[in-house]
């Protein structure tokens, strides 16, 4: 893929100036050197966008999540809100109406200013919306994703959650588990890739979905893998180079312009990241998960949420903190990346010290080093899910944020790891920031 960045400016009538940088996997426009700035993928949806302060990250089922920092008492705040469809379009209007105003002044515009102009030309929010009902069309909802993998290239090898019975979890109430067989998965990556034509370039990595994908039984698993190298192979630089061009058009941007055939024991191009459930890890041999490490599988999500076994039962979560623990070391040994996610706050004040003891107790124990991460997600309690009766039965208080906060600084304090010259990543995990 070659990295051209292309940027040109002029001047809009009314004395604004507009920059335009057009890149493999992005398109911007910024007014007046600042903002607003307008992201676009390569195919001219709008991406991204920051107004008066406050960012905005547009889905690909056409809804727009606003974020901004507010001053309070206890310091600056994440805030978030998702707009009403109104506000969306008013946003999505603005984008596609400074476009044509550029565009419109680009006739000495260098040519991949002018293809990048005309591309944004041909949206506007009824053609998002259109596009949106095609992406129904091609997913079922995608529940979550961790959030250092909102820019992957998600592909839905199975639908739902194999266990779906955690009594916190919304995620995919009402989507029956379900493998599909190679013929529906290469079907649905077909669909994937047309649907992104040459805005696959801005798609770092694989996601395979949904909840835990790596439970399906080894040799199906391989048979599926099998379709995404078939559709999405890789050169040894890690570059995708093997991507269908599909009806959406467009110019091509990063494309090898062929299906490659089958990539036998190579890579598949961009690295593959999925969630796992402890408790299925040891369902594969040492040997399955260093093939799957092999054939591009990067790194691996366990949803642990704490190390105190009375609340993971309290929680229903499958298996305990020991299957957590052999899990990671089992994926380390493949030479898989872990990510374990801590939720916070969850088992309210009646679980708090047994969560945070064993939590850190279980965290100092995995062989985490540089490339795996600790997620900290703070628990949100939904309407619908079974926990709010339950705590409510049971007498479980909820914590307050400030309790919520000491929490995550206990397991954080509590926290020693293996070698202090590589240790693994902490982050945070906001569910309610999600967005595809
Ligand atoms: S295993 Fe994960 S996705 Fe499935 S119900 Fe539990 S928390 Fe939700």
Redesign the pocket.
């Known amino acids: 893929m070659g990295l051209t960045v292309q940027v040109w400016r002029t001047a809009l009538p009314h004395g604004n100036d507009v920059q335009v940088a057009v890149r493999p996997w992005a398109i911007n426009l910024l007014l007046n050197g600042e903002a607003p700035s307008f992201t676009f993928d390569p195919l001219g949806r709008l991406h991204a966008a920051f107004v008066g302060g406050v960012n905005y990250r547009r889905s690909l089922d056409n809804r727009v999540l606003s974020k901004w920092a507010e001053m309070t008492r206890g310091g600056r705040r994440r805030q978030r809100r998702w707009l009403d469809p109104g506000e969306a379009k008013a946003l999505v209007d603005a984008a596609y109406s400074l476009a044509r105003q550029t565009a419109a002044q680009a006739g000495l515009a260098p040519p991949a200013v002018r293809a990048a102009l005309h591309r944004l030309g041909q949206w506007d929010w009824e053609a998002l919306e259109a596009n949106a009902r095609r992406f129904a069309q091609i997913y079922t909802p995608v529940g979550i994703l961790p959030p250092d993998q909102y820019l992957a290239l998600v592909l839905q090898a199975t639908h739902g ?1 194999s ?4 009594t916190f ?1 919304t ?2 109430r009402g989507i029956p588990f379900r493998i599909k067989t190679p013929e529906e998965f290469r079907q649905h990556t077909r669909d994937v890739v047309d649907f992104f034509g040459p805005a696959l370039a801005m798609r770092r990595s694989i996601f395979l979905g949904d ?2 994908a790596l439970v399906i039984p080894m040799p199906r698993l391989s048979a599926l893998w099998d379709v995404l190298a078939e559709a999405l192979g890789g050169d040894e630089q890690g570059t995708l180079t093997g991507v269908e061009r599909g009806s959406t058009g467009g110019p091509p941007v990063a494309h090898g312009g062929e299906i490659l055939g089958a990539a036998g024991g190579r890579g598949l191009g961009l690295p593959v990241f999925a969630f796992v ?1 402890a408790f299925h890890v040891e369902r594969k041999s040492a040997a399955d998960w260093q093939a799957l490490a092999a054939r591009g599988l990067r790194r691996v999500y366990i ?1 642990m949420e704490s190390g105190h076994d009375p609340l993971l039962r309290w929680l229903n ?2 298996g305990d903190a020991q299957d957590v623990l052999d899990a990671v070391r089992q994926l380390k040994a493949a030479g898989l990346q872990v990510s374990v996610i801590v939720m916070l706050g969850v088992g309210g004040e009646r679980y708090a010290a047994g969560h945070v003891e064993d939590t850190v107790r279980l965290l100092n124990a995995m062989p985490l080093g540089r490339g795996d991460i600790v997620y900290f997600s703070d628990f949100v309690q939904h309407p619908e899910a079974p926990y709010a009766q339950l705590a409510a039965e049971a007498g479980v208080q909820p914590l307050d944020e400030a309790a919520v906060r000491r929490q995550e600084l206990a397991i954080r304090r509590g926290f020693v790891p293996r070698d202090p010259r590589i240790p693994p990543q902490f982050s945070r995990y906001a569910i309610e920031e999600f967005i595809y």
């Not at 266990?163 to 955690?166: E, G, I, L, R, Y």
């Open positions: 959650c266990h779906n019975a955690c979890c995620f995919y909840a835990n459930d949803g979560k499958p």
